[in-house]
């Protein structure tokens, strides 16, 4: 009886040093952040969203240069106002692609909240940049609008952003220049459909004229 109840002691005190063991520590994140990776420095440059609280209210999408910025009043720039709508029709993927890069540079993961969403400066101009297109796109045409933006790489979408921030990149400069092209470029048609080969279409046989063999 002494010896099965020492076996029985010596068994439970071991199971808990093999989990112990046996268990996959997680690895911390590479540094600290907030939102979508944005770095939880003091006033960093970044994006903010701000979703409000009624579910047909409008999302707003600023950019804070924060202490890159020569003075207060130029340290804001509102960039666009979308749709509650077509901020829907947008934000799973978005939130899918972010987190998709954050993990690849091992950074937190965040989800899209009511309120204010801090995103980082790169995310947040490549944000941007889809939602310059569908902000007055035709709400079918929004869906292939993403697949053309997740298409993209990210240095393209920067550079589309910087192109597009130089002369029409406020509030207020939609349906002009380069904000008008984007709506084109990425909602007109989805690139699979641009770069698939087309089918070659088997020609009308000549009937007024008789078919003769090769050799008569």
């Known amino acids: 009886m002494a010896n099965a109840l020492r076996k029985e002691e010596s068994g439970m005190a071991r199971s ?9 520590k997680a690895k911390a994140p590479e540094r600290p952040t907030i939102g979508f990776g944005v770095p939880a420095t003091t006033d960093p440059h970044h994006f903010l969203v701000e979703v409000p609280k009624s579910s047909t209210g409008a999302v707003r999408i600023i950019e804070s240069l924060g ?14 106002v979308i749709e509650r709508s077509r901020w829907t029709a947008i934000r799973s993927e978005v939130q899918r692609a972010f987190n ?3 993990k690849e540079h091992n950074l937190r993961v ?12 790169l995310l947040g101009k490549e944000l941007c940049v889809l939602a310059w297109a569908v902000e007055d796109m035709s709400p079918e045409k929004i869906p292939v609008a993403v ?3 997740l298409a993209l790489r ?4 920067w550079w589309l952003f910087g192109m597009t921030a130089m002369s029409t990149g406020g509030v207020h400069d939609g349906n002009k220049g380069w904000r008008l092209a984007l709506r084109h470029a990425l909602g007109d048609v989805a690139q699979t459909e641009l770069f698939k080969p087309q089918s070659v279409k088997p020609r009308k046989q000549d009937t007024e004229r ?7």
């Open 16 to 24: 808990p040093s093999k989990t112990v063991i046996g268990a996959k």
């Open 67 to 80: 202490l890159q910025a020569q003075d207060q009043q130029t340290s804001i720039i509102e960039r666009v």
């Open 100 to 102: 998709v890069r954050l």
């Open 110 to 121: 965040s989800t899209w909240k009511v309120g204010d969403n801090p995103v980082d400066r």
């Open 147 to 149: 697949r053309n933006w």
């Open 154 to 157: 990210p240095e393209e979408r």
């Open 210 to 216: 008789p078919t003769l063999g090769l050799f008569d």
